[in-house]
DNA sequence: TTCTAGTTTAGAATTATTATAAACTAGAAA
DNA sequence: TTTCTAGTTTATAATAATTCTAAACTAGAA
């Protein structure tokens, strides 16, 4: 129960009531010693599985967007029509399947940049992702 | 008349039997100085626009389809839930500006890797993109 | 000129996501 | 502790992008 009130400060650090649904779907997210690559669907399916309690789809997609808007995941880029998201949002690089269409992280020491555009006025960077895309 | 000669040849070296959709869709595509980014949408208002010869949406979804497999586009990573193209098919980087979600290519110049990893068993680097989200 | 496999098309179906508005609840204030 | 309310959750409807379907059309070989 430790856990929980940690989980807890931590989103009211950032403005979000720590609700019972909030609270377990960031234990599902960020409770584990991997990062984590997910969908809507494949979380909705892991949160939703007979037995426990149930969270409504529509409180999934809320509290993506609003751990997106905190810093806690990161949407990834993809060529699909559907969203991926990613529990390490430090800036890491991927290799980009395109036979397989999936992704895999490259550890971030193995991309090294010596040089960097400087962004349009009145803009800044947020992030910089490299996606390498392979095929047989 | 003979630039639709040329285009109709490119197409059969393809295996894309040249109709005047698809001829009219490369030229909208390929015709051009600068490289090109579009989306379904904004294809499909500059072939269909009032007074010209009018081609069905399914067409423009079906072609551009056929165009990426034969390697005369590429499809953008984003992390918008619809599909961007690029006609420049060559590793080139861009800026991904989160407010308007607009992209704009860099300059190949203006990025340098220093290192890159070895990739998977079994697999080549087709090509490699760096994206640099900003915002305000 | 004929024939047919490949292509186009309108519209229906599907999939992912966002919007809506009523019911519920965390937690501040009484 | 109880009350109150802004923030949250929820089922469902609406929207948006894409894919499917099957009938009509056509490029080009015979």
Redesign the interface.
Known sequence: MNQKKEIANKLRTSGLRPTKQRILIAKNLFDRNKTFHFTIETLNKKINRKGKEQISLATIYNTVEAFINAGYLK?????K???YYDTNIRSHHH????GSKEL?D??YN????????I??K???????????????
Chains 1, 2 share one sequence.
């Open positions: 949407e990834i880029l993809t060529s029509n559907k969203s290799f980009y399947d395109e895999t490259i550890n193995q991309v090294k940049l010596s040089k960097v555009p962004p349009p009145g803009k800044k960077i947020k992030n910089l992702e490299v996606v390498i895309r392979i095929q047989k």
